[in-house]
T-cell receptor, first 111, second 116 residues
Framework: AQRVTQPEKLLSVFKGAPVELKCNYS??????LFWYVQYSRQRLQLLLR??SRESIKGFTADLNKGETSFHLKKPFAQEEDSAMYYC?????????????FGEGTQLTVNP | DSGVTQTPKHLITATGQRVTLRCSPR?????VYWYQQSLDQGLQFLIQ???????AKGNILERFSAQQFPDLHSELNLSSLELGDSALYFC???????????????FGPGTRLTVT
């Protein structure tokens, strides 16, 4: 069965420090992975997806199929990055699709 | 603002009761998804509708049901409510035109249900 694991519920770093939010997945098919972010008092929104291979707000994530990981990284954290981050796996059914979410990591960037 | 609206924002009700949560997708989106977020189980997919038809089903209880209407808004009905049903219920929408590509899901602000 498909599963997404985010081992850290809480992560705290100082401004300007590198940050890495870990995500591991288990899925027998070809995975499509995403990072969603929820800032305080805002709705959940897409941050980035692995197939686009782009950097959003300085964040990048590389899919490592050998290690079944999709860690989110940023070289220099900013206070405005403080938020809840969810790693998600997309399952394509024969019709329709769904997202399987990890438990989430609350990132706090301290001044 | 993603354009997805959900009503009501908050709902407090008693065990055994029935409630209806409403979701209006973004203009042009044909797919609607429902998710439940609880403290002990995180964000879990419940069900997806596409253009009025059920497309995918997750861990949705038999006491729960949903539908999507011709104007594409969706309702999630929760009946015989239990304390454990207290959670944040999110609706999301997407274009979902083909099975070969996962379209971004745009989330609503959620409905917080408290069962007492």
């Amino acid at each position: 069965a498909q599963r997404v694991t985010q081992p850290e519920k809480l992560l705290s770093v100082f401004k300007g420090a590198p940050v890495e939010l870990k995500c591991n997945y288990s899925y027998s098919g070809s995975p499509e992975l995403f990072w969603y972010v929820q800032y305080s008092r805002q709705r959940l929104q897409l941050l980035l997806r692995h197939i686009s291979r782009e950097s959003i707000k300085g964040f990048t994530a590389d899919l490592n199929k050998g290690e079944t990981s999709f860690h989110l990284k940023k070289p220099f954290a900013q206070e405005e990055d403080s938020a809840m981050y969810y790693c998600a796996l997309s399952l394509k059914e024969t019709s329709g699709s769904r997202l399987t979410f990890g438990e989430g990591t609350q990132l706090t960037v301290n001044p | 603002d993603s354009g997805v609206t959900q009503t009501p924002k908050h709902l407090i009700t008693a065990t055994g009761q029935r409630v209806t949560l409403r979701c209006s997708p973004r203009s042009g989106d044909l797919s609607v998804y429902w998710y439940q977020q609880s403290l002990d189980q995180g964000l879990q997919f419940l069900i997806q509708y596409y253009n009025g038809e059920e497309r995918a089903k997750g861990n949705i209880l038999e006491r729960f049901s949903a539908q999507q209407f011709p104007d594409l808004h969706s309702e999630l009905n929760l009946s015989s409510l239990e304390l454990g049903d207290s959670a944040l219920y999110f609706c999301a929408s997407s274009v979902e035109g083909t099975v070969n590509y996962h379209y971004e899901q745009y989330f609503g602000p959620g409905t917080r249900l408290t069962v007492t």
